[in-house]
């Protein structure tokens, strides 16, 4: 059997806007603890991205989201021992309030302003932001 941390895994993280701003929360335990972070996690089987990142925000932060679209790639090694392919999307929230749905993994939900976020930042955050802003959609770590 394979050794479960040289296994690359599917991250699919999402960049919500709503009026402006961007939905983050500070990361609790895993990978990144204390950094701010959208919402995110592991593509399942058999799922499409869009699908994962409508669950995951709403399994995360109790909000709907719509007009999901492909943001950009990474090849996210920046925390040791694992590594992602990372795909990070782009959406629009639909509905609902921001509430914290696993307090074990992470603060309260908050909409930021895209020119004043908080630090430190998930090692995904920082793209996520230049890709709205300039259109890049690759990204390797380090």
């Not at 929360?25 to 592991?42: L, Q, V």
């Not at 995951?56 to 989201?65: C, H, N, R, S």
């Amino acid at each position: 059997m394979k050794n479960p941390e040289k296994i690359i895994k599917v991250g699919v993280g999402t960049l919500i806007l709503k009026d402006g701003k961007i939905l983050l929360h500070k990361r609790f335990g895993a990978h990144g603890a204390s950094e701010y972070a959208s919402t995110g996690g592991h593509l399942d089987f058999g799922e499409s991205i869009i699908a994962c990142a409508k669950r995951e925000t709403l399994e995360e932060a109790g909000v709907k989201i719509k007009n999901v679209k492909f943001l950009y790639y990474m090849n996210l090694t920046n925390y040791p021992s694992k590594h992602y392919a990372n795909i990070q999307v782009i959406a629009d929230w639909a509905s609902g309030t921001p509430k914290n749905m696993e307090p074990h993994a992470g603060g309260d939900w908050a909409w930021y302003d895209l020119d004043n976020l908080p630090k430190p930042r998930f090692a995904t955050l920082d793209n996520s932001i230049l890709a709205y802003k300039t259109g890049k959609n690759f990204f390797d770590s380090k």
